[in-house]
Structure formats: structure tokens, C-alpha cells
């Protein structure tokens, strides 16, 4: 028998070991690749058409420049020592990037009447990475948002933290956010399977989602039953995640990293259930 040199057998460990560690990358790159198109190609269609974005600033506009200047001089909501319309600014971009994502999945269904989905479906791209690549389109929508509510609050006076790592979180927020709503839209969609259906769902859940969390009061001001509900709606983790980072002075209730964790885990989620519910569109 002949006795192998250290290199060999080195040599021959790495080859046992390399479909482990070959196979999952290529398995993720791949993933990452059709989630980007995906995306890319939602995005291009917003740019073919972006009166959509000008069309969106009107409600921020209307809530911060009508709904937050009488309230501010009301002084009945305790904001801990900000400015109300200051406590306000971070609650209705978060509401304004949850109308943009909450309505997302009616495309599903014009897509599937066009026939794209079961072109879609056909590929051998992983079901999840088509739902996400809609849900990061989603997100780039919501980009609009930020640059919408910034421009409004700079406009209002609203102290605003420029820290460029607070920017960044405050992206980081929007877009886990739209996702996480982009989602939950789809998987309404592929539910109802109607635009009729679709729409008056869509509008139920927008107003309970926006007034069962804490974008324009406080949780500590709500009674029990509405505290219990705004800690499970992923909304309120958006807010405070966006009132921490967005102001000067502002304070997370939860933590920053509580926050993004509950926004990533509720993605997570959100995007497996996608993902299995999405070819039953066609049925």
C-alpha cells in the first residue's frame, strides 16, 4: 500500500470538503443574482413612469402640513420634550413607505393576467428570490419617501440628525420596512387572486396598521389592549427605529437593534410564506 505524502492528504481532505462549501455559495450568489434582477426590473418600470413618486408626496405633505401643525398646538401628547411636529416627521414617512408597499401585490396580479408570472414560474430561479426582488423594489420606492419627508421637515424646521451613519439607518429602516409590507401584500394578493379583492383588503389594513402603532402618539398613552396589539405590528418597530435615528435627541423605546432585528426576522418570515404561496397565483 502506498503511504501518501502530508500535501496528499491535505490535498485530498480539500476535495472531500469542497462540494460543502462550493454548493451553498453558488446556491447563495445565484439567489442574490435573480433577487437583484428581479428587482431591477421593477425598478426599471418606475422609471419608465415616475409620476407615481410625485403623485405619493401629496399625503406626507398634507398630514405634516395640516394634521401636525394643529396638533403641535394642541400640546396634549406627550413627545418626551421634542416638538410634536419633530415626534411626528418619523411617523409619517413610516406611514408614507407603508401605503407604497401595502398596495405592491396588485402588480402580482396584473402580472399574472399579462401571463409574466408563469414565464416566471417556468424559470428555475428559487421561488423566494422572485417574491424578495419585488419586495427590494419596494424598497426603492421607498426611497422616494425619505427624500420627500426630509425635504418637508427641513422645510417645518424639524431638527434632523445628519450623521451620516444615522442616514444610513435610517435607509436601512425604510427599506426593511417596504419589504416587509411588499410582502405581506403579495401574499394578500396571491390569497384573493382579484384586484377587487385586493384593494378593499389593502385599505382595511392600512388605517389599523397606521393608528395600532406609535407613528403619531406614544404607546404609553394607548389602553392595554391597543399596547399589546402595537407591540406585535411591525410598524411601530419602523417608527421607533426612524424617531431614534432621525432626530437629534431622538430615543429608541426598544433599542436600535431590537428594532432591525424584529424588521429582518418578520422579512424573513414574510418572504418564506411568499415564496411557497406564490405559484398558487396562477391556479
Not at 404609553?220 to 421607533?240: A, C, F, H, R
Request: some cysteine; aromatic content about 8%.
Amino acid at each position: 500500500m502506498k503511504h501518501r505524502g502530508p500535501d496528499e492528504q491535505h490535498s485530498g481532505s480539500v476535495s472531500r470538503f469542497e462540494p460543502f462549501v462550493t454548493i451553498p455559495l453558488k446556491s447563495v450568489v445565484g439567489f442574490l443574482k435573480t433577487t437583484l434582477v428581479i428587482a431591477e426590473l421593477e425598478v426599471r418600470k418606475l422609471r419608465h413612469d415616475p409620476s407615481e413618486l410625485l403623485t405619493r408626496a401629496i399625503q406626507p405633505a398634507l398630514w405634516l402640513l395640516i394634521f401636525g401643525q394643529v396638533f403641535a398646538r394642541i400640546r396634549a401628547i406627550p413627545t418626551g420634550g421634542i416638538p410634536y411636529i419633530d415626534f411626528m416627521a418619523p411617523g409619517i414617512l413610516a406611514q408614507s413607505v407603508l401605503f407604497i408597499a401595502i398596495f405592491h401585490g396588485i402588480a402580482i396580479i396584473w402580472e399574472r393576467d399579462l401571463g409574466l408570472v408563469h414565464k416566471l414560474l417556468a424559470s428555475p430561479s428559487p421561488r423566494a428570490a422572485l417574491v424578495l426582488g419585488k419586495g427590494v423594489s419596494a424598497g426603492a420606492r421607498a426611497l422616494s419617501q425619505v427624500a420627500i419627508v426630509y425635504v418637508l421637515s427641513l422645510i417645518l424646521g424639524v431638527k434632523i440628525n445628519w450623521n451620516p451613519a444615522a442616514l444610513a439607518g435610517v435607509i436601512c429602516a425604510a427599506l426593511l420596512a417596504a419589504a416587509c409590507f411588499s410582502m405581506l401584500s403579495l401574499i394578500i394578493a396571491c390569497v384573493v387572486k382579484t384586484r377587487e379583492r385586493f384593494m378593499g383588503i389593502g385599505q382595511v389594513l392600512t388605517m389599523p396598521l397606521f393608528f395600532a402603532s406609535n407613528a403619531i402618539y406614544p404607546i404609553s398613552i394607548m389602553p392595554g389592549w391597543l399596547q399589546v396589539i402595537s407591540k406585535i405590528n411591525p410598524l411601530t418597530y419602523e417608527v421607533d427605529a426612524l424617531r431614534s435615528l432621525m432626530l437629534v435627541g431622538g430615543r429608541s423605546v426598544f433599542g436600535i437593534g431590537v428594532d432591525m432585528g424584529v424588521l429582518s426576522l418578520t422579512l424573513a418570515l414574510l418572504v418564506i410564506v411568499a415564496g411557497r404561496i406564490y405559484p398558487g397565483i396562477v391556479v
